[in-house]
């Protein structure tokens, strides 16, 4: 019962389905959850987004771990006894094109995550993505398109792992650490009509990397509200979140206009200088942004920067970001670790995808692409694209757009 | 098996395609991301024995079958004993 009530914005709620800690659901889209789920966000909130119009259908006995999120904007299928790690994401949306006009959202494509496959901890599962029966995507992983029923991949880029990581027969992936959710789960997909679409006959079939119609932007607000009852709503969200900031971020020397629509996590030291430029925006989330400015360093961010939830910044030589930056959800920027500490300089218009970390010392020239998931060590050149574990640097036109 | 089979079985087993032509762009077909371009390099070090330099990851030398093949075809000319 408590259950159906956290769940309360799910379409459908399987029999059985527990929620362990916090668990946001948002989006005006379909959320369905079959049986036996499990949503553990005891050490963090785990995060399901539907956009409107789109939908998440998770099956029967699947078990999403603390910090996990997955986002659809247009069709995200996860099929029964699938296994999602701790801070796995899984998105059938890039959000921003990588060449062009960065606002404008780039086309979905769906994602589908079979029967008794496995997701590992920090994986990133990218749009057109194709996780077949009892496929494993190991930990750190950043994949993007079809692995085969029963193969293991590992690395960024995804390498194939040869030697077999379970014992036995590897489409049979059996979790004996949820001993309650053990083979309880019909194998059914739910809300999908036409049989299991997750059943590889099925879904032989379609396409590979089926694009989908999903609307490229953001539908219109609600008709027939008066326009001024929502201009004077949006100027009150506005006052908050500019209010909120200057709570937060009291520490920092601020601009004018800059937002924070969540919690920001902030701790300058005596000596430690903070300066947040105009109309930065802070993105409430699953988890706070985190800043940290040690005694002597000093933390810049230029105008019209955004960031998303979970941001690490962490200074302790020198951080230096420019005008309008994006940073995704889980992005790290640290000067110090390792045993190094030299300060960081991102220029103007980067885009630093997802779970993406930078180390110390590195620079990142204007208008440059950090690849979802990439560890950064070596200087990113403007105008290119860093992507991988250790990064490379592509051209920015070695992408689809 | 000669470049373009072996470039084609890789590619087929990996992006699960096969009906495209040896002048079609990966990206623009969709076959292949950038994510998946990183895997093709991956692939190219390991399988041609060639040491792609970051300064060459663009689409002149890695975005169809036909600028694969040109591209390796210059590297194992100027390296011959690089070749795999």
Request: charged share 20%.
């Amino acid at each position: 019962m408590l259950t159906r009530l956290r769940l309360w914005r799910c379409a459908r709620v399987g029999a059985g389905t527990r929620v362990r800690g916090r668990v946001h659901v948002h989006g005006g889209g379909r959320i369905e959850l079959g049986a036996n789920v499990l949503l553990d966000g005891r050490t963090l909130p785990i995060e399901l987004h539907a956009a409107r119009g789109a939908a998440i259908e998770i099956g029967d006995g699947v078990v999403i771990e603390g910090g996990a999120s997955i986002e659809a904007q247009a069709r995200v299928v996860v099929g029964p006894g699938v296994r999602i790690g701790p801070y796995a994401k899984v998105m059938d949306n890039q959000f921003h094109p990588v060449r062009g006009n960065r606002h404008e959202r780039p086309a979905s494509s769906e994602v589908w995550i079979d029967e008794g496959a496995f997701v590992g901890e920090r994986a990133i599962v990218l749009p057109g993505a194709h996780l077949e029966r009892g496929a494993r995507v190991l930990a750190g992983t950043v994949i993007s398109r079809r692995v085969q029923a029963g193969v293991t991949v590992s690395g960024y880029p995804a390498k194939p792992v040869k030697a077999p990581v379970a014992l036995g027969d590897p489409n049979v992936v059996s979790w004996p650490s949820w001993p309650t959710l053990a083979s309880a789960a019909p194998a059914t997909t739910p809300g999908t009509p036409a049989g299991n679409p997750s059943s590889p006959a099925n879904r032989a079939a379609a396409p590979v990397h089926t694009p989908t119609s999903a609307p490229a932007v953001r539908p219109p607000g609600r008709k027939g509200r008066p326009g001024a009852w929502r201009a004077l709503a949006h100027r009150l969200v506005r006052t908050f979140v500019i209010l909120q900031a200057r709570f937060y971020l009291r520490r920092c020397r601020l601009g004018r206009g800059v937002g924070a629509s969540g919690p920001v996590e902030v701790k300058v030291d005596p000596g430690g200088r903070a300066e947040i430029g105009d109309r930065v925006t802070f993105v409430g989330g699953m988890t706070p942004t985190r800043i940290e400015v040690a005694a002597g360093a000093a933390l810049t961010v230029g105008g019209e920067t955004l960031f998303n939830y979970g941001t690490v910044i962490d200074a302790r030589a020198g951080i230096s970001i420019g005008r309008r930056c994006m940073f995704a959800s889980f992005v790290r920027l640290a000067d110090s670790a390792g045993g190094k500490t030299a300060p960081i300089v991102v220029g103007n218009d980067v885009w630093v995808a997802h779970g993406a970390v930078i180390e110390p010392g590195v620079t990142i020239g204007d208008g440059a692409v950090v690849a979802a998931g990439t560890v950064v060590s070596k200087d990113v050149p403007a105008g290119s694209m860093a992507i991988g574990n250790p990064a490379r640097q592509m051209s920015l036109a070695l992408s689809r757009g | 098996m000669d470049t373009r089979q072996k470039l084609r079985t890789y590619i087929s087993e990996t992006f699960f395609v096969d009906a495209y032509s040896d002048q079609e762009s990966f990206l623009k077909s969709g076959i292949i991301d950038s994510t998946g371009m990183m895997e093709l390099v991956a692939f190219l070090e390991s399988d041609f024995g060639v040491k792609v330099e970051d300064h060459e990851l663009v689409p002149a030398n890695l975005d169809s079958i036909d600028n694969l093949v040109a591209f390796l075809e210059r590297r194992t000319a100027a390296r011959p004993a690089a070749a795999g």
